[in-house]
């Protein structure tokens, strides 16, 4: 699974993104976002996601983008409008994102 993810806004305005695959992470790590992501898939298809709810201000945007291999799902969403159940995996992106950066440089 190829799982990117991307957090931008805030009140510095800093991007932070990370492109993770579980095929060449270690088997803890891949589980554990493995199943974060199937506990939170539910909650994504089913939840109308609005990228930027009207009057937020400095306020995290994220974007994430999940591929099985079979299908491609891209979801956008702020801290304001993010599900409870989905907050756990949004956090664990964030802290995953920077020891996977996709930018090489980073």
Known sequence: MRVYFERTGGLMGMRLSGAMDTATMPQKEAIELQHLIM??????EKRDLEA????????????????????????EMT???????????????????????DDPEA
């Open 79 to 101: 801290e304001e409008t993010a599900p409870d159940e989905i907050r756990p995996l949004l956090r664990h992106l964030t802290i995953l994102a920077r020891s996977y950066p």
């Open 52 to 75: 930027e709810p009207p009057g937020s201000v400095d306020t995290f945007q994220y974007r994430l983008v999940v591929d099985d291999g079979k299908k491609r799902q891209e979801y």
């Open 39 to 44: 506990t939170a898939a539910n909650y994504l």
